[in-house]
C-alpha cells in the first residue's frame, strides 16, 4: 500500500456543508475534482488530474478498508464507510465516503465519490477500530461493506452458508421445499398409520372375528345335532328318523369343514391348546354318543337309547366349555389388539402433531420473519425514496443483505450518490457560471454597451443597468409594463428581426446579429445593434436562454443617413454638370468631323484628327464622373461589344503622340502575338487603363 508522508497530527474539520467530490477512471486515476475537494486538500487542480486517488490516502487507514471497498466495486456495488485521509501538507481530516461506479450509456466506465462530514462519534470509533485491525485484531474485527463489524458465530454461520445471498426467490423455493417435505412427511406417516392400522383391522377380521363366526357355527350345529338325536331318541319315528338322520350327517360335515377353515387361522400357542383339547372332546362326543345313537334309531334298540341319552349331556357340556374358553380367547385377542391400536395411534397422533407444530417453527415462523424483513425494507426503500425526492442525498442506507430488496437498496444508494454528486457539480458549474457572467457584464459594461438576457421560449427579457440608461427607463419601468423583448422594437424593423432571430435558432447564422430601433421612454425611437448567443442553462436538453450585448449606434446611423442625403445631392449635381457640359462637347465633335470631310492638308488632318480624339476623350471624362454617382449608388452598368484591340490601342498612341514628343520619348505599339486580335468589352473604359498611364 502506498505511503503518503508527511503526516501530523493536525486535524482538518469539515464543515456541515463541505462536501468533496472527485471521479476517477477504471483504474482510479483522477478524472474531477470539485472546489471544496482542492481547497480541503490543499493540492492544486493540476496536482491531482490524472493522478492515483491514493495520493489523499492516510498511512493510519487499513488495507482492509480498501480491499473491501474494490471487493465492492468489482461486485458492482456502491460503497460507504468512514475514512481518515491525508492533506497536502499532512494533515488529516475524516469523511463519510460514499463511492459507486460511474456509467454512462450503460457502460461501466470509472467511480464517482461524494465525501461529507463524519460526526464526532463515527470518527472514535472509526479510529478505534482501524488501528486494532493495524495491530493485527482481524479475528475480533473487520470491514464489512464498509462498515466496521465484530464476528460472531451467527456472522460466521452467514458467510459460510452463503445466507446473505439468498435471493428472496431463493428462499421462496426453500421455504416451499420445506413445506412441501414436511406435508410429504406428515402424509407419508398419516398413510403408514391408516396402512398399520387395516392390516391390524384384517388380522383381528380374518384371526380373530371369522373364526370367532366359526366357533358360533360350530356351536350352532352341534346343538342342533343334539337336540334332534335327542327328539329321535326320545319318540321314535320313522319319517322322523330318516330326515334326522341326514340332517345331523349333514352337520357333521359341515362342523367337519368349519373346524377344518378355524385350523387354518392365525392361532396363539393358548388357542392351539384349547383347539387340542376341543378336538379331543369333539372326537369323544362323535364316539360315544353321535355315532351309537345313530346306531341305536336304526336298530330300534331302546335300551341303548336311553343308555345315550344319559351320556349325551356329560359328553356335550365339555364341547361347550371348549367353544367357550375358544370365544372368550378370540375375545381377549380382540381386546388386546384394540388396546395395541389405540397406544400406536396415540404415538403416531403424536408424531403427526409434532411434525405439524414443527412445520409452523420450521417454515411459517421463519416465513414471518422474511415477510417482516421485507416489509422493513421496503419502508426503508419508501423513506429513502421520499428524502432523495425532498432533496436530501446525505441519508445513510442500511444494507445487510444481497438479495433483490438489498439490491434495490443498493441501486437506490448509487441512484443517491449520483444525485448528490450531480447536484453538487451542477451548483459549482453554476456559480462559476454566474461568476463568469458577473465578470463577462462588468466587462461589457465598462465598454458602454449593454447587456441583455431573453428567455427563448417566454420572450421575456432581462435588462442591464446599463440598457435601462441607454433608453431612459428603470427596472420599475419595465416591470410595471410587463414588457416583452418584441413589444419594443420600432413595427416597421419587427418583421426583419423576427426573421433573423429564427434564422439564428435554426441554425442557419453562426451569431445573431441585427441592428433595429428600440422605442425609448419618451416614445422616440433609437438604432441599436444588438449581438447574441444561445447559451444552456445546465438544466435542459436544448438551449432555452440567449444572452448578449447591444450598442447604441443611434449616432452613427443619423451620420449614414446625413452622408446618403448629401451623396443624392452631389449625384444630382454631377449629373446636372455633366448634362451642361456634354451638350456642347458633342456640337465640337460634330463639327470636327464635318471639318474632317473637307479638303485639308496632311498637317491640318493630323491636328484636326488630334482634336476629335481629344474631344472623344473629354466625353470620355464626363462620362466617368457620372460613372462615379453611379458607383456610389450602386448602379454602375458595362456595356459589352466586339472590337479589335489594335485599333483601340492605336487610337490611344494617336492621343498620346503630342505628349511623347513633347517629352521627347519614343512611343511605339507593340502586341503579343499569343493575344486575340478579336475580343468583346466596353472598349471605351478599356482605353481608359492605358491612357491614365500614358497620361
Known amino acids: 500500500m502506498k505511503i503518503n508522508l508527511p503526516v501530523t497530527d493536525v486535524e482538518y474539520v469539515l464543515n456541515d456543508i463541505d462536501s468533496l467530490i472527485s471521479t476517477t477512471d477504471l483504474n482510479g486515476q483522477i478524472t474531477h475534482v470539485n472546489s471544496d475537494f482542492i481547497r480541503i486538500t490543499g493540492y492544486a487542480k ?6 492515483a486517488h491514493n495520493i489523499v490516502r492516510h498511512p493510519d487507514m487499513p488495507v482492509e478498508v480498501f480491499e473491501d471497498m474494490w471487493a465492492s466495486f468489482k461486485a458492482g456495488r456502491p460503497w460507504s464507510g468512514i475514512v481518515k485521509n491525508r492533506c497536502k501538507n499532512g494533515s488529516f481530516y475524516w469523511v463519510i465516503a460514499n463511492a459507486t461506479p460511474l456509467y454512462e450509456n450503460n457502460e461501466w466506465i470509472g467511480y464517482m465519490s461524494v465525501r461529507t462530514k463524519a460526526s464526532a462519534e463515527q470518527i472514535k470509533l472509526a479510529s478505534t477500530a482501524y488501528q486494532s485491525i493495524r495491530a493485527g485484531n482481524v479475528a475480533k474485527l473487520k470491514i464489512q461493506d464498509g462498515k466496521i463489524v465484530r464476528p460472531t458465530w451467527f456472522t460466521k454461520l452467514k458467510k459460510v452458508s452463503k445466507l446473505h445471498y439468498f435471493s428472496i426467490e431463493a428462499r421462496m423455493v426453500i421455504a416451499t421445499t420445506l413445506m412441501s417435505i414436511l406435508l410429504l412427511g406428515i402424509a407419508s406417516l398419516a398413510y403408514l398409520s391408516l396402512n398399520n392400522t387395516n392390516d391390524s383391522l384384517r388380522s383381528i377380521y380374518h384371526d380373530r372375528v371369522v373364526p370367532m363366526s366359526q366357533l358360533g357355527s360350530i356351536r350352532e350345529l352341534l346343538l342342533q345335532n343334539r337336540l334332534r338325536l335327542t327328539a329321535s331318541l326320545v319318540r321314535p319315528d320313522g319319517g322322523i328318523l330318516v330326515n334326522y338322520s341326514a340332517a345331523i350327517e349333514q352337520n357333521n360335515t359341515d362342523i ?129 425514496f421520499k428524502q ?53 457584464k462588468f466587462a461589457i459594461e465598462g465598454s458602454g454597451d449593454a447587456v441583455w438576457d431573453l428567455n427563448v421560449k417566454t420572450q421575456v427579457v432581462s435588462y442591464s443597468p446599463r440598457w435601462l440608461e441607454i433608453l431612459g427607463y428603470s427596472q420599475d419601468d419595465i416591470v410595471a409594463a410587463d414588457t416583452n ?184 505599339l507593340y502586341l503579343d502575338p499569343e493575344i486575340p486580335l478579336l475580343l468583346k468589352g466596353d472598349c471605351l473604359r478599356l482605353k481608359q487603363i492605358p491612357n491614365q498611364f500614358g497620361g
Open 485 to 668: 423583448w418584441g413589444a419594443m422594437i420600432h413595427p416597421d424593423d419587427f418583421a426583419g428581426v423576427k426573421n433573423i432571430m429564427k434564422e439564428y435558432l435554426a441554425g442557419e447564422t453562426p451569431i445573431y446579429l441585427c441592428e433595429f430601433r428600440l422605442r425609448c421612454k419618451d416614445d422616440s425611437y433609437r438604432w441599436m445593434l444588438s449581438r447574441g448567443t444561445l447559451v444552456n442553462d445546465g438544466q435542459h436538453e436544448n438551449p432555452t436562454r440567449m444572452i448578449g450585448t447591444t450598442t447604441d449606434i443611434n449616432d452613427r446611423k443619423l451620420s449614414e443617413e446625413a452622408g446618403y442625403v448629401s451623396s443624392r445631392a452631389k449625384s444630382a449635381f454631377l449629373a446636372n454638370m455633366s448634362h451642361e457640359i456634354r451638350t456642347p462637347m458633342n456640337g465640337v465633335v460634330g463639327m470636327v468631323d464635318v471639318l474632317i470631310q473637307t479638303q485639308l492638308t496632311d498637317s491640318q488632318m493630323k491636328m484636326v484628327t488630334v482634336i476629335r480624339e481629344s474631344a472623344h476623350n473629354q466625353l470620355s471624362i464626363i462620362n466617368d464622373i457620372l460613372d462615379f454617382s453611379k458607383i456610389e449608388s450602386g448602379k454602375l452598368d458595362l456595356s459589352v461589344e466586339a472590337f479589335l484591340l489594335e485599333d483601340v490601342l492605336q487610337s490611344v498612341c494617336v492621343l498620346l503622340d503630342p505628349v511623347a514628343v513633347e517629352k521627347k520619348v519614343d512611343l511605339s
Open 388 to 440: 432523495i425526492g425532498q432533496g436530501n442525498y446525505k441519508n445513510h442506507i442500511k444494507i445487510d443483505r444481497r438479495d433483490e430488496i438489498g439490491k434495490v437498496l443498493e441501486s437506490l444508494k448509487g441512484m443517491q450518490i449520483k444525485l448528490g454528486f450531480d447536484r453538487e457539480l451542477v451548483t459549482e458549474q453554476t456559480e462559476e457560471l454566474l461568476r463568469n457572467e458577473q465578470i463577462w
Open 46 to 51: 493540476d496536482e491531482l488530474i490524472g493522478v
Open 256 to 384: 367337519d369343514s368349519l373346524y377344518k377353515a378355524y385350523m387354518q387361522t392365525q392361532m396363539l400357542p393358548e388357542e392351539r391348546l384349547l383347539i387340542t383339547q376341543f378336538s379331543e372332546d369333539y372326537q369323544d362326543y362323535i364316539d360315544q354318543v353321535m355315532q351309537p345313537g345313530l346306531m341305536a334309531l336304526r336298530t330300534n334298540n331302546e335300551g341303548l337309547a336311553r343308555h345315550i341319552i344319559g351320556m349325551q349331556s356329560p359328553l356335550y357340556e365339555p364341547l361347550d366349555r371348549d367353544i367357550d374358553k375358544l370365544m372368550q380367547l378370540q375375545v381377549d385377542v380382540v381386546k388386546q389388539e384394540h388396546e395395541s391400536l389405540e397406544l400406536r395411534f396415540e404415538k403416531y397422533k403424536i408424531i403427526l402433531m409434532s411434525l405439524i407444530i414443527g412445520a409452523i417453527f420450521f417454515v411459517l415462523f421463519p416465513g414471518i420473519l422474511m415477510i417482516r424483513g421485507i416489509v422493513q425494507q421496503f419502508n426503508q426503500a419508501i423513506f429513502l
